[in-house]
């Protein structure tokens, strides 16, 4: 199994202007994220401001808060997104998700600051006070300063939860579907615990999260050390190997070196004629030129010896592959029962292979003394908050190391039982103690591969750590109303703002979709209500045009036209809102629901004995503005994409009567094109005949524009009812509601009409383009993509 290799990472938003100081990137934040998240983080410190206070407790934010903290924040990313998408760039999401995070932890650390000055000052001005009261604030600025390393790092830890919801779902799925990249920021460095923690190392973060460490930097047990250690655990002193080779000579220069040089200055320390002195010292200056060459040699030699070597550490999951035999030998029990013989002899040998490294690796961390650390890390975990209020994580490493005797704990348990009145029984820690001492070899091994997997975890998490703080460090989050119109005035400023923040500017049209959609056999329906003695009007009404204005809003469209059997609506795209365009999907998703909403409506025609109404829907897309005159009041648009809709949402009588003859089609579109002669051609500039029988068909330019929209995957499947397989694009897109929508296109060819053909005619290498709504046709394309991913 080969082993994974990580992508490197720089986020120094290349190609962004710098701001009003010439250093840092100028974002401004949306108010209403602001005002939602300052709320919710003024609340969470009140919360736990009045922890343990009797008669002063408050409830924190509500879950009306949190979810308008959610959407507040979901709308400035979906905004970058959309604007990324335009510009190509692909660095104001980064910028927008960054810039958050900057703020909000830069705030928690403000209010964390303010409790500390208000409770300072609280009990510097009791100076008057009874003794109870002084005793009091003493008391809340001792617990204070015990819980504030903890109480930060929850208020951060629930702030970022809440983001990752949004991020992990539909900010995922919109980056996914327009830019092809779920995560341009790593999930884990967005949501890395070590950002939220006072100090990376902090000693709650590390046993939540990843493995408690040494704090002592001279402890062979802390984390430099341990990254020293496993950077060397499988060197091999090869002479085939020439980075070995060559790393082994600048460790024996080095060291040569650093000797000849200490035997100097010892030398020098016992010199007392003058020019014995002189020379001493002219030789330790030549000696310390060398060593510094010989130190950037060593270093340079060093790195490259660690990029071939070292690499493996840069993934945690590589720990499975390489060490975790006892995955792979549940692996191998199923596999057994499966009776797959092939995978059966490949886990044998992965087994053989991680056998041997995890050997190797436990003899050298028994070597290093390092084993026993490891195990008491996992050991003090279940009576670690037994004890938290009394002895701190370190400590109880330490006992369970056996750097601490037991006759010292015991005293240092009575001594606080003293203080607080309460019994603290030594025996928990004892038999923790002794479990550590003697724990089965097997267990050992567990141990180590867990503690393998997570020591790599923080090593990776440090990694983005840095990289989190370096692009923080970047940006300026502008709050300040005169900055903020600096940065504007100067065009340096970076604004992500929610849609109804936006300044009313004159929008411009950059293009447009037409929708038409035209009811089939209207004369007829018509003709049978009033047969009846029932009202068209509100028949039509009912069943379609009100359904049509409930769905506008959703999907950002207006009238153009409306007419007994048909409806012309529109969608723009403008100049001055990058997030909305999107417009031949949302036209797509607009029709695809209008037909939907259709269904539903002739169904209850059905059982109310009503006709049915069918359509035909064609999309047309116009790369352009379109022209307006004005009726009055009342705009009426030009464009010639209106005669384009009208052409794809038409349907041949002929057609129609030769495609009822065949059940269970999935497709609802055919076009014709016509020979040279027809009789038919050249009627109303015509080349073609289309059946369109509650189907929707998309204009070859309005599938190109599609493309640029949003990311669609290729596939092919066999459609119900057709002899051959269909070509089919899929992809998903935001509706104005933020809600992703799947879209499937069929690419058909058109045939030659041809009536003496089984299918009036031979297909041609030219294309058409239906959006799919058979439920079992779109239901194959979501199986296929799941199995794809």
């Known amino acids: 199994m080969p082993l994974q290799r990580a992508v490197p990472l720089n986020f120094s938003f290349a190609g962004l202007t710098k701001g009003i100081d010439n250093i840092h990137f100028d974002v401004r934040l949306s108010p209403q994220f602001v005002g939602h998240a300052t709320r919710i983080i003024t609340s969470m410190m009140e919360q736990h401001a009045n922890q343990g206070r009797p008669g002063q407790k408050s409830p924190g934010p509500t879950s009306g808060d949190w979810e308008q903290f959610r959407t507040s924040y979901a709308r400035m990313v979906e905004g970058a997104v959309h604007r990324d998408k335009v510009t190509g760039s692909f660095t104001l999401v980064p910028l927008v998700q960054f810039a958050v995070m900057a703020f909000l932890l830069q705030y928690v650390q403000g209010e964390i600051e303010l409790m500390r000055q208000g409770l300072r000052a609280s009990a510097s001005s009791g100076g008057s006070a009874v003794d109870s009261r002084k005793l009091e604030h003493n008391e809340r600025m001792s617990w204070f300063a015990r819980n504030r390393a903890r109480i930060r790092y929850r208020m951060n830890r629930q702030l970022f939860d809440q983001l990752a919801k949004v991020e992990s779902g539909q900010l995922g799925d919109l980056r996914q579907s327009l830019l092809d990249d779920r995560w341009p920021v790593p999930q884990e460095a967005l949501c890395n615990p070590l950002l939220q923690a006072e100090t990376p190392f902090d000693d709650e973060v590390m046993t939540t999260h990843y493995v408690l460490l040494g704090q002592d930097q001279d402890d062979a047990y802390s984390f430099a050390a341990i990254d020293r250690f496993l950077a060397y655990l499988f060197r091999q002193r090869r002479s085939d190997d020439q980075t070995e080779m060559a790393l082994t000579r600048a460790e024996q220069v080095s060291g040569r070196l650093a000797t000849e040089l200490e035997r100097i200055r010892k030398k020098r320390a016992r010199a007392s004629a003058s020019s014995a002195i002189a020379s001493l010292e002219t030789r330790k200056e030549g000696l310390e030129g060398e060593i510094s060459k010989a130190t950037a040699e060593l270093d340079a030699i060093r790195a490259e010896y660690l990029k071939a070597n070292y690499a493996w550490a840069d993934v945690p999951a590589n720990v499975t592959t390489l060490f975790d035999v006892f995955l792979a030998t549940e692996q ?458």
């Open 332 to 789: 191998l029990r199923v596999v057994r029962k499966e009776k797959d013989r092939e995978r059966v002899s490949t886990l044998k040998a992965q087994i053989r292979f991680q056998r041997s490294l995890l050997d190797h690796a436990e003899r050298a961390f028994v070597d290093a003394g390092l084993l026993t650390p490891i195990i008491a890390a996992y050991e003090l975990l279940p009576t670690q908050r037994d004890y938290s209020s009394i002895l701190t994580a370190q400590q109880l490493h330490q006992l369970l190391r056996g750097n601490i005797s037991k006759k010292d704990i015991v005293e240092r348990l009575q001594e606080m039982g003293h203080l607080s009145g309460k019994t603290w029984p030594a025996e928990p820690l004892i038999k923790a103690a002794v479990r550590t001492a003697s724990t089965p070899r097997r267990q050992r091994r567990e141990y180590l591969v867990r503690f393998l997997k997570d020591f790599l975890t923080c090593r990776r998490d440090l990694s983005y750590y840095h990289l989190a703080q370096d692009a923080m460090n970047l940006l300026h989050v502008l709050e300040d109303p005169k900055d903020v119109r600096l940065s504007q005035t100067n065009k340096t400023l970076y604004e992500f703002l929610a849609p109804q923040e936006e300044e009313a500017v004159t929008q411009t049209i950059l293009n447009h979709v037409i929708l038409k959609a035209d009811v089939r056999g209207s004369t007829t329906v018509v003709a049978e209500l009033r047969k009846r003695n029932l009202n068209p009007a509100s028949h039509f009404s009912q069943n379609l045009f009100d359904p049509i204005h409930a769905l506008l809003e959703t999907y950002g469209a207006s009238k153009v036209f409306i007419e007994g059997d048909a409806v012309i609506l529109s969608l723009f795209e403008y100049q001055e809102t990058q997030e909305h365009r999107l417009c031949v999907a949302r036209a797509c998703g607009l029709a695809k629901r209008l037909l939907s909403v259709l269904h539903a409506q002739n169904s209850l025609c059905r059982k109310g004995g009503l006709p049915e109404l069918e359509l035909g829907i064609g999309l047309a897309f116009g790369d352009e503005a379109p022209a307006f005159l004005y009726d009055g009041d009342s705009p009426i648009m030009i464009s010639s994409a209106i005669g384009k809709a009208d052409r794809l949402s038409s349907c041949s009588w002929l057609l129609r009567k030769q495609r009822s003859q065949r059940n269970n089609m999935a497709t609802n579109v055919e076009v014709y094109e016509l020979p040279d002669g027809d009789p038919l051609r050249g009627e109303k500039g015509e080349t073609h005949l289309r059946y369109n029988v509650n189907g929707i068909e998309l204009d070859p330019a309005g599938f190109v524009k599609l493309q640029s929209e949003i990311t669609l995957q290729r596939l092919e499947l066999p459609a119900p009812g057709d002899d051959h397989p269909a070509i089919l694009h899929t992809g998903r897109y935001p509706d104005l509601k933020g809600t992703m929508q799947r879209l499937v296109i069929r690419e058909g060819s058109m045939r030659l009409l041809d009536l003496q053909e089984p299918n009036f005619g031979k297909p041609t290498t030219n294309s058409f383009y239906e959006v799919v709504t058979d439920e079992v046709l779109l239901n194959q394309v979501d199986e296929s993509v799941k199995t794809a991913q």
